[in-house]
């Protein structure tokens, strides 16, 4: 750390700091500015899905191995839901657990979105996922779950 | 464990604070200042302008911290993009709002680094086409500029909380090109021979803010 304690090296790094705060592009400031839409209000914390597991960061480094798998494995949990996706390229198979047949909705926060029901074993394919920012949304009898957001 | 209640706990109308300081404006360093606290809790409630100003005041370390990764272009609008997205998600569990940069600046590391990771698996046979590969983002250097981040996050988040005449004169004095002190008493009032003493004063009371306080104590300086 540079010492702060000196005058001129702190004027000096707070002339940086200003300095960098410009150099924001405004397409980054737009997109953030948008993301507020999409704040859930009436979401419940257990209707959340969090990511427990993405190989892609995995630190494991049998998983680091050889490079250009391009099998990428996403494990969501909730309080009483959970769901399971590998991607390869655009295409994905994944399962709800516990299984059993609802739908699976792939929302991009640039607002794509693809639908596909699953299987009564909790299975379903997509052949042309969204890719960006996305979450996926599980609709089970009344009760809608959410995914956080992962970029895919 | 999380907090999730929406209002704020000493009841002051945050909503018409963050709307009477700056109903369209751009946030700037010379508007008057709401504690990051007082956004989240009216960001919490779904206040727009307040949402807009946590992103003008943190979107600096964003694109900063991203930079520093070599993160350019769509990839570099994709991590943002999340991030944000990811802070939504959080607003109402944030245990901490006071310490929001940190959480920031870790959560845009941790997007940049999957990322990259992703790529260098999926493109083995040419990874020097991709300048992010050029170096090990682990490596210290590439630490040392995060910190950097933070600190010039801190030391902007620390001009904020000063008066407004001691904040006048620092951003005076760090202009370019910088004034001669005959403009910068003209222009603020004080004579010319107690800008070096106030600039002292502003120096120092600029060290004891919260905002550098923080940033001392979370990396163990202090």
């Known amino acids: 750390m540079s010492n702060w304690n000196d005058d001129e090296a702190l004027i000096e790094e707070l002339r940086a700091a200003v300095a960098s ?6 397409q980054s400031r737009d997109a953030a500015r948008a993301a507020f839409a999409w704040r859930d209000v009436d979401r419940e914390l257990e209707e959340l899905l969090s990511l427990a597991h993405d190989s892609s960061v995995a630190e494991d480094v ?36 516990p299984g059993r047949s609802c739908r699976v909705v792939v929302r991009s926060a640039a607002g794509a979105s693809a639908a596909v029901d699953v299987d009564e074993d909790g299975f379903f394919t997509m052949i042309d996922v969204p890719q960006g920012t996305v979450r996926f949304e599980v609709a089970l009898g009344d009760t809608g779950y959410a995914t956080e957001w992962v970029l895919l | 464990m999380y907090q999730n209640d929406n209002r704020d706990p000493r009841g002051t109308n945050v909503r018409s604070l963050v709307g009477r300081v700056h109903p369209s404006r751009r946030e700037n360093l010379m508007d008057e200042p709401s504690s990051v606290p007082d956004l989240v809790a009216a960001a919490r409630d779904g206040d727009q302008d307040a949402w807009n100003a946590i992103v003008d005041r943190f979107l600096p370390l964003v694109t900063g911290v ?16 999340t991030v944000w997205l990811k802070l939504v998600e959080h607003l109402g569990r944030l245990r901490e709002p006071e310490a929001l940069a940190g959480w920031i600046a870790t959560t845009t590391r ?26 090990d983002p682990e490596q210290c250097d590439v630490a040392d500029d995060l910190l950097r981040e933070e600190r010039h996050q801190a030391l902007r988040d620390g001009l904020r909380e000063l008066p407004e005449d001691r904040r006048r004169l620092l951003l005076m004095l760090i202009s370019d090109p910088p004034p001669s002190y005959t403009e910068i008493s003209r222009t603020l009032g004080i004579p010319v021979g107690s800008i070096g003493p106030t600039r002292a004063r502003a120096l120092e009371h600029l060290r004891s803010t919260g905002a550098i306080r923080a940033l001392l104590t979370v990396h163990g300086v202090a």
């Open chain 2, 66 to 81: 991203v930079a520093r990764h070599r993160l350019f272009g769509a990839d570099a609008e994709d991590v943002n993009q």
């Open chain 1, 21 to 26: 705060s410009g150099a924001v592009s405004e």
């Open chain 2, 110 to 135: 941790h997007e940049c680094l999957a990322l990259m990771r992703r790529r260098q698996r999926s493109s083995p046979v040419d990874p020097g086409s991709y300048g992010a590969f050029d170096r």
């Open chain 1, 62 to 97: 049998l998983v680091r191995g050889p490079a250009g798998t391009g099998t990428r494995a996403l494990a969501f949990e909730g309080a009483d839901v959970g769901l399971e996706v590998e991607l390869t390229g655009s295409a994905l198979v994944g399962q709800v657990l």
